[in-house]
């Protein structure tokens, strides 16, 4: 028995098999077990089929994942094979590490996930560092 399926749901199955949407499901799974909370964050445009436009995202350059761990703010840009930061991307990454989040390009999994683990080790560190300021100011 055949599935018929419109365009629009055969671009979707397609887009869900990449390469990059696999690595971007892998990490988003690997946050949530490490405890952390983490989205697939959607910043392409959207047709507007009536004026038969591509209507820009709101905000250009935001990173593939956006995700909180330990009260941290984190960006995740997701690039596979030859794919390369945009200005905008670059700078998204800047301005979260301005504002005292954390950011990072995941090229592999095995290479985020050893990162990630490392970052939490460092966030835990960083909370208990500030929990026993507090306890000495009492």
């Not at 799974?29 to 591509?54: N, P, V």
């Amino acid at each position: 028995r055949l599935l018929t399926v419109s365009r629009e749901s055969a671009a979707i199955l397609v887009l869900m098999s990449t390469p990059a949407n696999e690595l971007t499901n892998r990490i988003i799974h690997e946050i949530y077990s490490c405890g952390g909370f983490a989205w697939r964050a959607e910043s392409t445009g959207i047709l507007d089929r009536q004026k038969g436009i591509m209507r820009t995202a709101p905000k250009k350059g935001v990173a593939d994942i956006i995700g909180c761990h330990e009260g941290w703010l984190v960006a995740i840009e997701v690039k596979v094979g030859s794919d390369k930061m945009s200005p905008e991307q670059i700078g998204f990454g800047k301005n979260v590490e301005h504002a005292g989040g954390i950011h990072y390009v995941a090229k592999e999994f095995d290479e985020f996930q050893q990162w990630w683990r490392n970052k939490i080790a460092w966030m835990k560190l960083q909370r208990e560092l500030l929990e026993h300021r507090k306890d000495d100011k009492l």
